[in-house]
């Protein structure tokens, strides 16, 4: 089974909602500021509920925030 | 000589920089490892000693099982207090015991690893007996099985913390 490659943007969207600090997001969306570095760096893929509460949290639909190319 | 001491801005710093989860982890690993280092040098004193010869070496080995894992309780509740006090006093965002998804999922698969490690000492202890060793020795290999499961769990959750992925 291929795994795809999981991007996203929320470094941008951060920036974008006025250099939002990752702990801001962190607090935001109820996981630690870790948890944001390493979903930010593409470490770490969230569930389905943590992403849609990190696309809540810009106000955007989540394929704003993530996208997925198969491999 | 090559000891290091640690100031208290130094120990604050460490709390910033890593969470309590990671700090947590690290210290139970060492408490884990001094209790097996002290374990092993009681059992060789009384082995050697031929306390554990006869129906009454399994009840002095009983009894010091049960005295160490009370040890390794009331140790490993005062370890969590200080790195509680430590993350609390460095100003850590992360609030002591808060574990999200990532957590949770590091726990999980750590602990699966950890589950097999029990499993292979039960399964060394089980073989030992069917050779004969006796049952002292078929204690020893389950305790040495929960103590390599304990490093082996904290040392996959400390390197799954390290990548940032379970």
């Known amino acids: 089974m291929s795994k ?12 974008d909602a006025g250099e939002m600090t990752q702990k801001d997001l962190a607090e935001k969306v109820g996981a630690s500021r870790q948890t944001i570095v390493a979903i930010e760096a593409g470490k770490y893929a969230p569930s389905l509920q943590l992403a849609f509460e990190i696309a809540v949290a810009f106000g955007v639909p989540i394929q704003d925030v993530f996208s997925f190319e198969p491999s | 000589m090559f000891a290091k001491t640690y100031s208290t801005s130094q120990i604050v710093d460490i709390g910033r920089i890593m969470t309590f989860l990671e700090i ?25 000693a031929g306390r554990f010869d006869g129906p009454e070496g399994l009840v002095l080995l009983g009894k010091g ?35 999200d998804e990532r957590d949770r999922l590091i726990d999980q698969k750590s602990f699966e690893h950890g589950i097999t490690c029990c499993g292979l000492g039960l399964l060394a202890a089980v073989i030992a ?38």
Do not use: C
């Open chain 1, 4 to 15: 795809g490659v999981i991007s996203n943007n929320i470094r941008r969207l951060r920036f």
């Open chain 2, 24 to 48: 947590n982890n690290i210290v139970q690993t060492l408490r884990a490892l001094v209790f097996a280092a002290i374990y092993v040098v009681w059992a060789r004193g009384v082995s050697s």
């Open chain 2, 65 to 99: 099982i049960l005295v160490l894992i009370g040890a390794t309780v009331v140790a490993g509740i005062v370890l969590h207090v200080i790195g509680m006090i430590v993350t609390i006093v460095a100003g850590q965002e992360s609030k002591p015991g808060e574990m």
């Open chain 2, 129 to 166: 007996l069917w050779y004969g060793w006796g049952a002292i020795w078929g204690f020893h290999l389950i305790l040495a099985g929960f103590t390599a499961a304990d490093v082996l769990a904290s040392a996959l959750k400390f390197r799954a913390y390290l990548r940032g992925s379970p």
